[in-house]
Each structure stands twice: as structure tokens, then as C-alpha cells.
């Protein structure tokens, strides 16, 4: 087995699982295999820290996640925070209030879950069980002191997310993801209204992101940054390809990732991961 890399960090959407958000058996069995080799894997997602859990547990209860594209990072299996920063409550009550003004609709991850408000609650069956329902974020924000790690925008219009970009950006010293195309299920794309949205912002205290979690977490492993492989398909996974020691993007990757990329494998319908993982660790 090739040991030059001792670490693998993958994205979940459109990268780990496919497009039925289910992980290929393939991508299971490979990462089991890493692991029992001694090389650490990861999921780095833009998922809340508990949205991560589930996946973590079913390819083999791997210890180490990265959630909210870098707010947080853990040992889930230890409930240990490694790594984590948060956005101070008086930034976040203007911000919230910013966001409703543009009529523009949001999600909170406070700490490690997701929180949205009811009458906004349109998300798929699939996620709703992974969501804390409010009456208003904002009156949350106000009488919670649990750290709020990223807001999440969602809108049909992509201008009116760069509105609210620009004005975050200029008001607070804090930053925002660029506008990214919210990858959508086929199935999914009319049946719930939530997907009527097809564009997605994050705004995150500043310097957050997948790449300075990755360099947290290698500090606290002692693994030196040439000695990483990472997975991505989407524009926040950018910053962790520009860190990353050997990047694969997958071949449903953004046109930036593959640009970015040493390769580009499979798409995450074809077990790209594993079929990836395989070349690159020599795996029989």
C-alpha cells in the first residue's frame, strides 16, 4: 500500500454519497479499508456537526469531522471539539435581522445543529429529522447564548444573494462564501418547495474554511499538509483544494474544482471515492 498520504478528507454531498444522498458500498468498504491500513479519514462538510454523525457512524464510525465548512472540528466518537469559532451574538442579531429584511431565507447552526424557522420549513423528508424547528431565529438568537457558527442563505435569485453579500461584507468584519449553485436531487427538484431555491451563501466568522480546518486538525494529529488527499465537487470545497496535498475532484465537480485538481475521477454516482482511493493507496 502506498503510505505517502496519511489522511483523507472527503465532502459528503456530491462527493461521498450520490445523488439519493445514500454512501455507495464501495465508498464503505474502501474507507474501512483505510482505516484498518492506519490512514485517518475525514468528512468535511458543510453540514452541521450532528448531520455528519450519521455518516461518520455508517462507513465505519471514523472519529474526525469537519462541519459547518470548517466552524467546527471534532471527535465525534470521543464528543470532543478540537477546533471552533463563532460568530459574537450582537454581529449575529444584525445580521439575522439584515437577512429578513431581504426577505431572504435562512438557516442558523448554533454549536452543532441546524435551526430554522416553522413557517420557513420546507427542507426534504430526508433532512427533517436532523433540524431544530423555532418560532423565530431571531428571538432565539436573542435569549440563547449558544455560539452560532454559520448562517445558511438560500434564494430563486442569485443577484439577491450577492445583495446581501455585499452588505454583509461591508458592514461586518466577517465573511461570506461566494454564491454557489445548491446541488439538487432530480427527485427532489419539484416535489418539495424548499428546492425551489437553487442558490446557497454561507456567512461564517472570519477566515473560517474547510482548508484552515484541515490545518488545525493536521497540527493537532501531526500530519504535515503535503501528506493529505482531498475529495470535492463544489465551490466550498475551493479553499481546501488550494491547502490539500494531492486534490481529487469528482467528475460531477464545479468547473473551479477541476481546474484546481491534480485528477478527476468518477462522478459520486459512480463510487468516484473508492474507485479514486483504490489507485491512489494501491488497494487490491
Known sequence: MNNKYKIVFIDIDGTLVNDEKIVPEEN????????????E????SGRPYHSIEKYSTQVGAIPYIIGSN????????????????????????????????????????????????????????????????????EEYLKTNDAPVIKFSLMDDKK?????????????????????????????????????????VMDIMPKGISKAKAIEELCKYLGIEIAQTVVFGDGLNDIEMFNVGGYKVAMGNAADQIKELAD??????????????????????
Open 28 to 39: 464503505i468498504k474502501m474507507i474501512q479499508t483505510l482505516k484498518k491500513n492506519g490512514i
Open 41 to 44: 479519514v475525514v468528512l468535511a
Open 70 to 137: 470548517g466552524g467546527i472540528v471534532a471527535n465525534f466518537v470521543e464528543d470532543k471539539k478540537i477546533f471552533s469559532t463563532n460568530i459574537e451574538k450582537e454581529n449575529a442579531l444584525e445580521i439575522a435581522k439584515l437577512i429578513k429584511e431581504n426577505n431572504i431565507y435562512f438557516t442558523v447552526t448554533i454549536s452543532g445543529n441546524l435551526l430554522v424557522e416553522d413557517e420557513q420549513f420546507s427542507m426534504t423528508r430526508e433532512n427533517r429529522n436532523e433540524l431544530v424547528l423555532v418560532n423565530s431565529l
Open 159 to 199: 443577484e439577491n444573494l450577492q445583495k446581501v453579500r455585499k452588505l454583509v461584507l461591508d458592514r461586518f468584519n466577517i465573511d461570506a462564501t461566494e454564491v454557489d449553485e445548491f446541488m439538487i436531487p432530480k427527485k427532489y427538484r419539484k416535489a418539495e418547495n424548499n428546492y425551489k431555491l437553487p442558490y
Open 263 to 284: 485528477v478527476v475521477t468518477k462522478t459520486n454516482n459512480e463510487a468516484g471515492v473508492a474507485y479514486e482511493l483504490n489507485k491512489i493507496f494501491g488497494i487490491e
